[in-house]
């Protein structure tokens, strides 16, 4: 090689590394439920590729957030509301559920019966005074077991800790690792 082509050859490397594709990046694994628990569609809501909803909470600012933010692109389960010729698979609703460190800021209760109605409920004692996004995040917790997902570890970023966050550290959209567990158990 003369002098000459080590420029041409150095300006064609160049080129080469600026045409390059960025690296490829692994995609988010889904992560294990706490406590023995398994994700199923046994214990969603889900009938036939859908929840049908009703709703008889006060919190419907965080209702609609919630289905609007599990609706996101690429996922299969319709959450829509329920009409006059339909089942209703799940009930947003309002209840006393304590006051106490361990009593819920709100929770889903599986009827599990052919017909039977399933339900998000709302601890109002707790969210008495409590911000948008901390109401917000309740719902979109409990909508995701509504949709079959379990508790995860505290060291995962998601939504579906078993503890909730405190106080202004709220998660307020779908974690990609809540994704990935959506995907493996719905497609």
Known sequence: ?????????????????????????????????????????????????EIRWTDNTAYD??????????????????????????SNDLEFKDANLGTRDTDPLGRYERHGSIGATDYIVFNKQKLRGASKERIRYVALH??????????????????????APSPGYEITWIPDVDKANYKKLWG
């Open 142 to 163: 409990e909508l995701g077991h509504a949709l079959g997902l379990c508790h995860k570890a505290d060291n995962v970023v998601s939504l579906m800790w078993k503890n």
């Open 61 to 86: 600012d965080a209702r609609k957030f919630a289905i609007s933010a599990w609706q996101y692109r690429g996922s299969k389960i319709k959450v829509v509301a329920d009409s006059a010729i339909t």
């Open 1 to 49: 090689m003369n002098n000459r082509s080590l420029p041409l050859a150095l300006a064609a490397a160049a080129c080469l590394t600026l045409t390059a594709p960025p690296p490829a990046y692994a995609a988010v694994q889904p992560a294990p439920c706490v406590g023995g628990a398994t994700e199923t569609k046994g214990f969603s809501a889900v009938d036939d590729g």
